[in-house]
């Protein structure tokens, strides 16, 4: 039993220090884009009905560092600003799906190809449901647009102020490794974690062994991941895992579009706001897109010769391994910072809950 922790625990470690340069720089380079990209400029493309308005909405949820619940405020708000039903709802599959901190692990814990798959399905996924979404509903008009709030200073934008350079960057660095690290830190040490288990104690070609490599494979996993709540950063770990342990590269694509799109929260927020109708669209096209593009992804692998189980960290000699140290000592700091601010806020809020 002692052996296994140690192995488990050895297996989260190595993990972790792979990711740790990309993620720290996944996460400031998430703070500058939620900082330097204003709300009225989002709000400005993704007005009308149509196929444009669906595609700029896939487009601009790529990058940005929203993950699955904390997409839900920002969707409603550009709901409410004119955004179509097929722009929101592409907003809410392309936005959790990927980001400029997940595409930067999935660089650090697999392959370029992998990296470039992702978010270029994520992409597809987001335009086919909200194309459908545009084709089928009938768009109703929005309400009044609500006043802008500047992403620096949090005041009202009505007066026309501006903010230096430093002070955008300084906002970026705390928004980055405040908030949302803050979001995702509990996750992604489960995460971690739950790899290093599928590391240490799942024996080799166990997926290829129990569910196969075809389709049925991927709607194993699309079950598994619709149902739970898991953002695109932790569930990269997870996923690498078991492509070490057989799963094939499609099947675990399937996991990493449909678990951050899909929870009870975003359904709950895509029937209220959207429809029934469009809850059904937006479930029906993310499972089937989803294994279509994991058909895709594996064709692709068999095309270009590339064995699976050989793209797991394909990138880990990249990078120095003193330089990964480091980042794995910031990057451990940062979160023990954060999960320790979570822990002693929850106290608090019960405390004055009872007043």
């Not at 900082?35 to 308005?53: A, C």
């Not at 895509?270 to 059904?280: E, F, Q």
């Amino acid at each position: 039993m002692d052996i296994l922790i140690l192995r488990s625990l050895e297996a989260t470690w190595t993990i972790f220090v792979e990711a740790s340069v990309y993620l720290l720089f996944g996460t400031f380079v998430a703070g500058l884009i939620a900082v330097m990209l204003p709300q009225e400029t989002i709000t400005r493309h993704l007005g009308g009905g149509g196929l444009k308005g669906v595609a700029k909405a896939a487009l601009f949820g790529i990058p940005l560092p929203l993950c699955s619940c904390g997409v839900i405020p920002t969707a409603v708000s550009l709901r409410r600003r004119g955004a179509s039903r097929g722009a929101t709802l592409a907003f809410l599959i392309s936005t959790p799906e990927t980001g400029v901190d997940s595409v930067a692990i999935t660089y650090a814990l697999l392959d370029p190809l992998y990296t470039i798959f992702r978010p270029v399905a994520a992409f597809t996924t987001a335009l086919v449901t909200g194309g459908l979404a545009s084709l089928i509903e009938r768009e109703e008009p929005p309400a009044a647009p609500a006043d802008e709030v500047c992403q620096v200073c949090e005041d009202d934008t009505g007066d026309g102020h501006t903010h230096s350079i430093g002070e955008k960057l300084s906002k970026a660095i705390r928004y980055g490794f405040g908030d949302l690290l803050g979001d995702i830190a509990l996750w992604l040490v489960v995460g971690l974690v739950l790899a290093g288990l599928i590391t240490a104690l799942i024996p080799d070609a166990f997926f290829t062994t129990w569910i196969g490599s075809g389709i049925g494979s991927m709607v194993i996993m699309l079950a598994l991941g619709m149902p739970i709540y898991i953002c695109a950063t932790a569930s990269t770990p997870v996923a690498a895992a078991m492509i070490a342990k057989g799963l094939n590269p499609g099947a675990a694509l399937v996991f990493l579009l449909a678990g951050p799109a899909t929870n009870a929260a975003t359904l709950t927020v895509v029937v209220r706001y959207l429809g029934a109708r469009s809850a059904a669209i937006y479930l029906s096209s993310i499972a089937a897109v989803s294994i279509l593009m994991g058909l895709a992804l594996n064709a692709a692998y068999a095309a270009a010769g590339i064995a699976p189980s050989s793209i797991v960290m394909a990138s880990r000699e990249l990078l120095p391994h003193g330089l990964k140290l480091a980042g794995a000592a910031v990057l451990g700091l940062l979160l023990a910072r954060c999960l320790i601010k979570r822990a002693w806020a929850t106290p608090l809020r019960v405390a004055r809950a009872e007043r």
